[in-house]
């Protein structure tokens, strides 16, 4: 199994600003995962970050808008720049446990106003 | 591409009452299945998963969900609901050739009536 530590578990932030969201992992792994599940919405993947290279992001995502980092194998972070009202959403990190399961984190709930 | 579809958006049931929860995929090869839960304020919690083998699967909570390839479904049931099923369910698509991304579906929200 994983055990996933997403900080902070919520915010309020002002339009025009950035977060930058924190994904720590109790083991290595070697892809992370960043989903946005928008309000009364499905869980949408924004991008794939393995360790030691640039992130792979999904159609309608990009690096300008969510910045994410990769240090090492236990940790990642999601940044979501210039933000909007229609950026407030839940974001969660996930990655997998013995190629058989993917764990999520609790989540990060922000709102843009 | 991998897609998934689930019909209802919304399922109310009484208590005590047999529920079944839709889900279809499109993938081109076998894939994995999966079916998670999101209770309010919670986190995504995993109810159960198939990858290969008996197409039947059991899971947590009592629930359970048959994989039929010539449908291409994979849908969740449980004979007798409780209060506490009350939640939003996602059925959820993956391959290893993707990476181990999941593509979810829209989900179902289930209501469970005293």
């Known amino acids: 199994s994983a055990v996933i530590s997403q900080k902070p578990s919520r915010d309020i932030c002002q339009r025009g600003t950035s977060l930058t969201i924190q994904c720590q992992v109790d083991?290595?792994?070697?892809?992370m995962f960043w989903y946005r599940q928008q309000p009364g919405q499905s869980l949408t993947l924004i991008a794939t970050?393995?360790?030691?290279?640039?992130?792979?992001?999904e159609s309608g995502f990009v690096i300008d808008k969510f910045p994410i980092s990769r240090p090492n194998l236990t940790f990642s972070t999601l940044t979501v720049s210039n933000m909007s009202p229609e950026d407030s959403s839940i974001y969660l990190c996930?990655?997998?446990?013995?190629?058989?399961?993917?764990?999520f984190g609790q989540g990060t709930r922000l709102t843009v106003v | 591409a991998q897609s998934v579809t689930q019909p209802d958006i919304h399922i109310t049931v009484s208590e005590g009452a047999s529920l079944e929860l839709r889900c279809n995929y499109s993938?081109?090869?076998?894939?994995?299945l999966f079916w998670y839960v999101q209770s309010p304020g919670q986190g995504l919690q995993l109810l159960l998963k198939?990858?290969?083998?008996?197409?039947l699967v059991q899971g947590i909570k009592g629930f359970e969900a048959e994989f039929k390839r010539s449908q291409s479904s994979f849908n969740l049931r449980k004979p007798s609901v409780h209060w506490s099923d009350a939640a939003e369910y996602f059925c959820a698509v993956g391959a290893t050739a993707a990476g181990n991304k999941l593509t979810f579906g829209g989900g179902t929200r289930v209501l469970v009536k005293p």
């Open positions: 996930s990655v997998w446990g013995g190629n058989t399961e993917a764990f």
């Open positions: 993938y081109g090869a076998t894939p994995y």
């Open positions: 970050a393995n360790q030691g290279s640039e992130a792979t992001y």
């Open positions: 083991s290595q792994v070697t892809m």
């Open positions: 198939y990858f290969s083998g008996d197409t």
